[in-house]
């Protein structure tokens, strides 16, 4: 896992290096703060599949893999904000499982709920919710995710 | 379907107490069991913009008035279950404002979610999360969304 | 009405009629037979709903004016098919009831619904399909869209 | 399948059976008179397909295992109205396509449409219609799933 | 690709050719010119991608790959217009992004993207652009396809 | 103008200002930069009627107006990268009317592209586009909101 740390650190360190001035540089180290935090609270909520998902966008779009950590990570979820880890994943898994069209990214948030503590009988009630406001078909394919996790994270133990 | 039509029509009329026929009221005095649930927590949790919203479908889908109470609240909102009224209004509040496309149903939710104790400053939070997984201009929306509501409120009292 | 017709025909030979060769022109008067078979049935079956959408793209798309009356009415709906008129148009305000992004649409649409013999009571069933498949908002909307369009066409009269 | 009936019923039971008073069983039994009808018609429109949704939510969900049979079959599907199973299947294959969200849920549907008697040929219409409103890739799509099922009935003959 | 060719203007001939009066065989002759001027467009743009899609609709839906290339292609995409083939397909890669509810269609169309000179940092660029304006899933899965297409591409080299 | 930025900064600042050490305050002054980077950016492209978005969310959520000149403005478009603003541009129009949910954000980006050079001729042929790859209604309603936007700039002149 260091080992990632440092190739994306270094990538990104890589990318940003050509031709800067003193105060570029001085830039780019704060906004390394952004990325550190935001890197260590992606661990942190997501855990291994958020790092995948990171490390899958590494030689495409080395970019996108440091907005993905500084943004949603070193900014949102950082906030210190009367809203827990919990409530935000809730948040998060109803706002995927309505929209019905990233499942991938529902299935990283179904583990991340899992991680910060809510229940797979939360997540279920959550899903029955949506059947109302985005339809069972949202409903049933947000469940069978919520399945999969569970039996993925069942065979990793 | 005429007969139908009239039964339901008489259904609704019964909340606010006009005669039915022994022969319907046996089929309809269990149905109205969750209807009944359904209509006080509907009240209970959406107030008197829930109201309007059955009101306004009263002419043109008397049954579709019946179903919005019947399903969505009689029996999902009705659930004892380890959500809290709060965290499912949170969830709805998300859903809604990730899929961009129900706008009167997103200000009803926000209201109902002020209704049972969620706090505007965390309705701008899963707003701020939206900007993560729904993009900018659903948050935006959801937010401006919020901003009607709490002035409406404000004007009401 | 005759008036708008030939206004449009002008204006779309007027776009295509720089600098054409012989060949070229042939290609365009069957073009035309698309055109005009499209404007027949899109009044047909959308009435002055649909002749006010076109006009209204008239100086700000010309050619997205031809194209929604050639593909969509010169060439789908003028399909000799089994499905008839009644059914496409069931079928559409589904689709458009289900997105729930395109209410102007939705609107023409269920005129045209009414105009070619479904009942008012069937779309309200569709309605009530929606509220499954789509979700309650989607149920909702579709219905008070009904609704204004039941009234508009009373008001009509 | 008798055997998958009972135990979905035992499952239903064992859910809602801890500490029942009187009352609250008289209204469950009732209850199970639309989740009865429901999963009658769910079998008979939905055929296989629909029941093996039913199983693979069993353990995760089996409340929504419940509300599936209930809401869209017990009240939706059994409604007696103008619309008729074809056009019901119509109008929901319409929905599937042009939403373009719910794969698993639009191959379902197909082939309860061909159950119900909607032909091939009509199908394919329908997702022609769709290019028109929701874009070619949706018809794209809802034609290659027309496609699948057609292919998997074959061989399930 | 001559013998496909072939065979999809006479399975068209085919379906078209019973009992045409003259009159038709003339309107026919000439819709075969867009259908002539989109087939070579397509193939242009989207290459060996494009035309198994139109191979794959062949049985299922030959009217809807006679559409596909005449609306998209032979009408569209045939435009002389101020947009170069660039521009076009950064606009479709967007949408199709943006979206995110039809894969196969933006791999085809990241394809074409690519055929036509817009390099792979160009697009990596537009999906940065969609977290803002879709969300971080939309550009996630949009970056992913993007990589499976340029593995693709090295693979078939 | 300047009188709205200078109450934006002190708002912002006045967030952030309790109890900070100053390590903390080193950081926030450089995130100054990305903030005052992003605030001349929004203003650059989308002119006064950013500034109005931005004004808006001031009361009810002043840290989204921060994240939405931060992140899209600050870091996104301000990338220096193959893509200019034009081009931009027109990848986000194109995502917003395929999307078809968030009209007000497509008026402030189709304002955007013209004043970046992108031509009305131009973004109606993307519109054109959207027909094949969103449908005709979101193409309608792209170039309806078009037709508003230039009617718009008009009369301000």
Same mark, same amino acid.
């Given at each position: 896992?260091? &080992?990632? $740390?440092?190739? #994306?650190?270094?990538?990104? #360190? +890589? ?7 003193? %105060?570029?540089? !001085?830039?780019?180290?704060? !906004? ?19 790092? !995948?998902?990171?490390?899958?966008? /590494?030689? @495409?779009?080395?970019?996108?893999? /440091? ?20 409530? /935000?994943?809730?948040?998060? @898994? ?13 299935? =990283? &948030? ?15 009630? #959550?899903?029955?919710?949506?059947? =109302? ?5 949202? +409903?049933? %394919?947000? $469940?069978? +995710?919520?399945?999969? =996790? ?6 990793? /133990?």
């Amino acid at each position: 896992m260091k &080992h990632l $740390t440092i190739s #994306i650190f270094t990538l990104f #360190i +890589a990318i940003s290096g050509y031709g800067q001035t003193e %105060n570029q540089i !001085k830039m780019d180290s704060i !906004k390394t703060e952004r990325f550190e935090r935001g890197w260590k609270k992606l661990k942190e909520i997501d855990g291994e599949a958020g790092e !995948k998902v990171i490390e899958s966008l /590494k030689d @495409v779009s080395p970019d996108l893999a /440091k907005y993905t950590i500084e943004y949603p990570f070193g900014d949102v979820y950082s906030r210190e904000t009367t809203l827990d880890n919990r409530t /935000k994943e809730i948040a998060v @898994v109803s706002a995927l499982a309505a929209m019905g069209n990233a499942r991938p990214q529902l299935k =990283v &948030h179904i583990n991340a709920a899992l991680n910060v503590g809510v229940s797979e009988e939360e997540l279920s009630e #959550i899903m029955i919710l949506m059947s =109302v406001y985005a339809g069972f078909p949202s +409903a049933l %394919n947000g $469940t069978l +995710a919520l399945k999969e =996790v569970i039996e993925e994270r069942k065979m990793e /133990k």
